[in-house]
Structure formats: C-alpha cells, structure tokens
C-alpha cells in the first residue's frame, strides 16, 4: 500500500487504494444457492427448521416461574465497551485507569427498591453463582432486565491459585450456563444474553481491596 509503519500511525486510519462495490452481481452471495436465502439451505441439509423462529430461552420468567421466583431479574450479558476488546488490554495501565472497574446497568427504579445508588457495588447472583460489579443506571433499560458487562480479570492479582487474576471476582462466566441441555441444538452457541439473576448490594466487608476497590 505504500505506507510505512509509521506513516500508518500517523495517517491514524488506512483505507485500500482500490475497493470494489457490488461483487455479489458477478459472483453471488456466500450461501449454497448463492441468493440471499430467507430459508437456509444449509439448515434445511442438516435436517433443522430452514426458517427463523422463536424459541423461548431454557431459563426465563415463562420457561422457568419457579427460579424466577427467587431470581427476578433477565440478565443480559456481553455488550461491548471501549477501551477494551473481549477480555484484552486490563493490563493496560492507561485503560484502567479510564476504565477501572467492571460495571452492570440496572434501572434506576428497580435499584431504589433494593436501597442501591450509582456507584454501588454490587452481587450479582444466578443458581451457579455470584460476581461483583460496579452498579450503573440506564434509564432506558427494562426495569426487569439487568446488564454484566463480560470478561473481567484483574492483572493486579496473582496468576497462581487460588486467584487466577481474579477471574472468579466479576468474570460473568461465572453465573451463565455451561451444561449441553441449554445449548442451541443447531449452531451448539451457549445461552449468554438471558438468564434468572438477581441482585443486592455488597456490603464493605464483602467487597475485595487486593484489587484495589476503594472501601
């Protein structure tokens, strides 16, 4: 392309000298038919349902009303936030110290009834376990839905066992499930984006200061 590394850097963005638009009029879309497939040949092939449709979750207010009992709240997880990526760069001191802490969202109503303010940290808890995180209000949010933000490890933290980087601390793998019965029988994906959760706030004692969360 004519760059080098470092006029790369200082261009800030790059963009290929020639781009071709349209290529699906000369060489079709990537399915079997090579169409734009409403009905997926593939999943038709492998003996599935070929057309979308709805399913409820394995774990739901509909699916399950007796966890929901004891467990209120659809947890939703995996939304993205910068400056990370997945679950790189917190060992990056200049991103941490932006981004110091793991973060949940909540609406601000629903967290008044638990006696919760912005800032708080707090428990989040499913049947397979609990995660602390920082509360933080969306009012936009359904009040009956709670979000974690996902792969969270603190560097700070020894690597040997029993700290792991702190991956047991606010990592949301802890609380989604992991057994095959709540898999999607076609594409095998993990249910990451509702489950039954519920949450309180942590009090002092319980919040962890080897990593650094100010008491």
Not at 6 to 25: A, I
Not at 78 to 91: D, K, M, Q, T, V
Not at 136 to 150: E, G, I, M, N, R
Request: glycine share 6%; hydrophobic share 35%; net charge negative.
């Amino acid at each position: 392309m004519g760059f080098t590394f470092q006029k790369l850097l200082d261009t800030g963005k790059w963009f290929p000298k020639d781009r071709e638009f349209k290529k699906y009029e000369k060489t079709g879309f990537g399915t079997p038919t090579g169409k734009v497939e409403f009905a997926s040949t593939v999943l038709e092939k492998l003996g599935y349902d070929p057309l979308p449709k709805y399913v409820e979750p394995p774990e739901s207010p509909i699916s399950t009303p007796e966890v929901a009992k004891e467990y209120p709240y659809i947890l939703i997880t995996g939304g993205r936030f910068l400056p990370y990526f997945h679950s790189e760069f917190r060992n990056v001191k200049s991103f941490r110290k932006s981004y110091p802490y793991p973060k949940m969202q909540m609406h601000p109503d629903e967290a008044k009834k638990h006696g919760i303010k912005e800032g708080d940290w707090v428990w989040l808890e499913t049947e397979r376990g609990r995660i602390m995180q920082q509360c933080t209000f969306l009012d936009d949010l359904s009040p009956d839905v709670v979000h974690a933000q996902h792969a969270w490890w603190y560097p700070e933290l020894p690597a040997e066992e029993p700290w792991l980087h702190g991956v047991w601390i606010s990592n949301v793998n802890v609380l989604t499930p992991g057994t095959l019965d709540q898999i999607d029988p076609a594409l095998g994906s993990w249910t990451l984006r509702t489950m039954q959760c519920k949450v309180y706030k942590a009090e002092i004692s319980e919040i962890s200061a080897p990593v650094g969360i100010p008491l």
